[in-house]
């Protein structure tokens, strides 16, 4: 089992920045990929955005020129740099992960999502 971890989320006021993290921990190959979701209050889950383990990134046109998404191989971990903060980034951000885990006698895939972390932005 690959287990993901966020953090960093909070209550921050409209136009501060958060620095979102998921860590990734586990019996891991490779990460291939590793997106940041978002669910709004009473909307359905929302891509935020992407990155490839070769570091190309996509974003949601809701959040392009604000946020970066970033990966460090090293440490298994992404960040998610938000700036420019609007209420209606209010939401739990959630990270996924899909990638290559080492098995008992081989290696197979996985496709993780971690717990949630709150971001709340006020007006």
């Known amino acids: 089992q690959v287990h993901l971890v966020e953090s960093g989320g909070g209550l921050v006021q409209a136009g501060g920045s958060l620095r979102l993290s998921c860590a990734a921990s586990?019996?891991?190959?490779?990460?291939?990929?590793t997106d940041w979701y978002r669910h709004l209050p009473g909307k359905q889950r929302e891509a935020v955005a992407a990155i490839s383990e070769g570091c190309a990134r996509t974003y949601a046109y809701s959040v392009m020129d604000r946020f970066i998404i970033s990966r460090d191989n090293a440490e298994n971990t992404v960040y998610l740099q938000m700036s420019d903060l609007k209420p209606e980034d209010t939401a739990v951000y959630y990270c996924?992960?899909?990638?290559?885990?080492?098995?008992?006698?081989?290696?197979?895939?996985?496709?993780?999502w971690g717990q949630g972390t709150q971001v709340t932005v006020s007006s």
């Open positions: 586990g019996k891991i190959v490779r990460i291939d990929s």
């Open positions: 996924h992960a899909q990638g290559i885990q080492y098995l008992t006698r081989s290696r197979g895939p996985f496709d993780s």
